[in-house]
């Protein structure tokens, strides 16, 4: 079960449940893949609605590894994620916000 208190979330790849996590090392993992300078310009394009679908497989992936799973960007090209891409982008605004705030 994802702790929403430890930053965590769930998501179903290919029929499995992983709980994702950003970390500080997945963190830094997102910026360096990032097409801008930092973590803040993600953060205020997910607030405007202006994220890519890259941002959003790049965010699901460095939260993967967060917790603790192995694959890497090219995995998640062929993945099977339960609930499409809303879903994926769901869990990416989930991860940031659960990173950077505290619950309730």
Same mark, same amino acid.
């Given at each position: 079960?994802?702790?929403?208190?430890?930053?965590?979330?769930?998501?179903?790849?290919? /029929?499995?449940?992983?709980? *994702?996590?950003?970390?500080?090392?997945?963190?830094?993992?997102?910026?360096?893949?990032? +097409?801008? #300078?930092? *973590?803040?310009?993600?953060? +205020?394009?997910?607030?405007? /609605?202006?994220?890519?679908?890259?941002?959003?497989?790049?965010?699901?992936? &460095?939260?993967?590894? /967060? =917790?603790?799973?192995?694959?890497?960007?090219?995995? %998640? *090209?062929?993945? #099977? %994620? &339960?609930? =499409?891409?809303? +879903?994926?982008?769901?869990? /990416? &605004?989930?991860? %940031? &916000?659960?990173?950077?705030?505290?619950?309730?």
């Amino acid at each position: 079960m994802a702790n929403p208190f430890a930053g965590e979330v769930a998501l179903t790849l290919d /029929g499995t449940r992983y709980v *994702l996590k950003l970390t500080l090392g997945a963190l830094a993992e997102l910026e360096a893949g990032l +097409e801008t #300078d930092t *973590l803040v310009a993600l953060v +205020e394009r997910y607030e405007a /609605g202006n994220f890519s679908t890259a941002d959003v497989l790049r965010l699901v992936v &460095a939260g993967l590894r /967060g =917790g603790g799973w192995t694959g890497g960007y090219d995995d %998640i *090209l062929k993945a #099977d %994620i &339960a609930g =499409g891409p809303l +879903e994926a982008a769901r869990v /990416g &605004a989930a991860l %940031i &916000a659960r990173a950077f705030t505290v619950p309730g």
